[in-house]
């Protein structure tokens, strides 16, 4: 088997982008969003069909798409992550 290290970066860009839009679905779900759930649903297998080809003919791609995947959950999470707002304390009744 021979490696290309093209092959391998374009495993990594699409596993990397195949998790950011993974985290962005599972948002979406989290906050009852079908629409927008089902669009990153479609986007997360097509970006995931290029590193499965790509990495089932050579088991080296592995690493790549293992990177490529943690890269995608850490900067989505780390980046683009906002924290649910939450609601104003209760009042407290006058004394």
């Given at each position: 088997?021979?490696?290309?290290?093209?092959?391998?970066?374009?495993?990594?860009?699409?596993?990397?982008?195949?998790?950011?839009?993974?985290?962005?679905?599972?948002?979406?779900?989290?906050?009852?969003?079908p629409?927008?759930?089902?669009?990153?649903?479609?986007?997360?297998?097509?970006?995931?069909?290029?590193?499965?080809?790509?990495?089932?003919?050579?088991?080296?791609y592995?690493?790549?798409?293992?990177?490529?995947?943690?890269?995608?959950?850490?900067?989505?999470?780390?980046?683009?992550?906002?924290?649910?707002?939450?609601?104003?304390?209760?009042?407290?009744?006058?004394?």
């Amino acid at each position: 088997m021979i490696f290309e290290p093209w092959i391998g970066a374009g495993v990594l860009i699409a596993t990397a982008a195949t998790d950011a839009a993974y985290v962005k679905f599972t948002a979406s779900v989290v906050s009852k969003r079908p629409l927008s759930a089902a669009n990153w649903s479609g986007i997360w297998y097509m970006l995931s069909s290029f590193a499965v080809i790509s990495y089932t003919n050579n088991w080296v791609y592995v690493g790549f798409a293992i990177v490529g995947s943690w890269i995608g959950a850490y900067v989505t999470l780390k980046y683009f992550h906002h924290e649910p707002g939450h609601p104003p304390a209760p009042l407290k009744p006058p004394a």
